[in-house]
C-alpha cells in the first residue's frame, strides 16, 4: 500500500463554468486554467501519481500541450489511472477537501462522490469529499480562488 497526497489551487474569473468533482455547479464565476480546471480532481491526480511516485499532473499533462487545451478534467482523471495501473497499483480510496467560500457546495458532495466513483471504477463509499471556507482568511476568503487537497491510498 502507497499514499499519496495533492494540492491544487486555480483563479476564480468571470466567463467560466465552474467545475468541481466531475460536475458543472451552478455559479458566477469558474476557475481558470488550460483544461477545465477543475481543481478537486487535479489534485486527485496529483495524489494518484505521487502515491505511485510517478511525479505530478503537470508532468503528465502539460498546459503547454493542445491536447490539453479545455480538456474535462473527468479524462485526466481515467488517464491518471491508466499510468499508475501501468505499475501494477489500484485505486483504494480517497479523502478530499476543497476550501471555497462560495458557492456553498454541501449541496453538490454526493453528485460529486458518484461521478468520481463512476470515472474510477470504485464504489462510492470510497471517496469522501469535504467542503470548508477558509472563514474569509486569504485568497479563498477574498473569493480569489478555490483550493482542494486529497489523499489517496493505491495498492499493488
Same mark, same amino acid.
Given at each position: 500500500?502507497?499514499?499519496?497526497?495533492? &494540492? !491544487?489551487v486555480?483563479?476564480?474569473?468571470?466567463?467560466?463554468?465552474?467545475?468541481?468533482?466531475?460536475?458543472?455547479?451552478?455559479?458566477?464565476?469558474?476557475?481558470?486554467?488550460? =483544461?477545465?480546471?477543475?481543481?478537486?480532481?487535479?489534485?486527485?491526480?496529483?495524489?494518484?501519481?505521487?502515491?505511485?511516485?510517478?511525479?505530478?499532473?503537470?508532468?503528465?499533462?502539460?498546459?503547454?500541450?493542445?491536447?490539453?487545451? !479545455?480538456?474535462? =478534467?473527468?479524462?485526466?482523471?481515467?488517464?491518471?489511472?491508466?499510468?499508475?495501473?501501468?505499475?501494477? &497499483?489500484?485505486?483504494?480510496?480517497?479523502?478530499?477537501?476543497?476550501?471555497?467560500?462560495?458557492?456553498?457546495?454541501?449541496? &453538490?458532495?454526493?453528485?460529486?462522490?458518484?461521478?468520481?466513483?463512476?470515472?474510477?471504477?470504485?464504489?462510492?463509499?470510497n471517496?469522501?469529499?469535504?467542503?470548508?471556507?477558509?472563514?474569509?482568511?486569504?485568497?479563498?476568503?477574498?473569493?480569489?480562488?478555490i =483550493?482542494? &487537497?486529497?489523499?489517496?491510498?493505491?495498492?499493488?
Amino acid at each position: 500500500m502507497r499514499i499519496g497526497f495533492g &494540492y !491544487d489551487v486555480h483563479r476564480l474569473v468571470e466567463g467560466r463554468d465552474l467545475w468541481l468533482g466531475g460536475i458543472n455547479i451552478p455559479f458566477e464565476k469558474g476557475l481558470l486554467g488550460h =483544461s477545465d480546471a477543475d481543481v478537486l480532481i487535479h489534485a486527485l491526480c496529483d495524489a494518484l501519481l505521487g502515491a505511485a511516485n510517478m511525479r505530478d499532473i503537470g508532468y503528465h499533462f502539460p498546459d503547454t500541450s493542445i491536447d490539453t487545451k !479545455d480538456i474535462d =478534467s473527468k479524462i485526466l482523471l481515467a488517464k491518471t489511472l491508466e499510468i499508475i495501473q501501468q505499475k501494477g &497499483y489500484r485505486f483504494g480510496n480517497a479523502d478530499i477537501t476543497v476550501c471555497a467560500e462560495q458557492p456553498k457546495l454541501n449541496p &453538490y458532495v454526493e453528485e460529486m462522490k458518484k461521478c468520481l466513483a463512476s470515472v474510477i471504477g470504485t464504489d462510492v463509499e470510497n471517496i469522501s469529499i469535504k467542503a470548508t471556507t477558509t472563514e474569509k482568511l486569504g485568497f479563498t476568503g477574498r473569493q480569489e480562488g478555490i =483550493s482542494a &487537497y486529497a489523499v489517496v491510498l493505491i495498492e499493488k
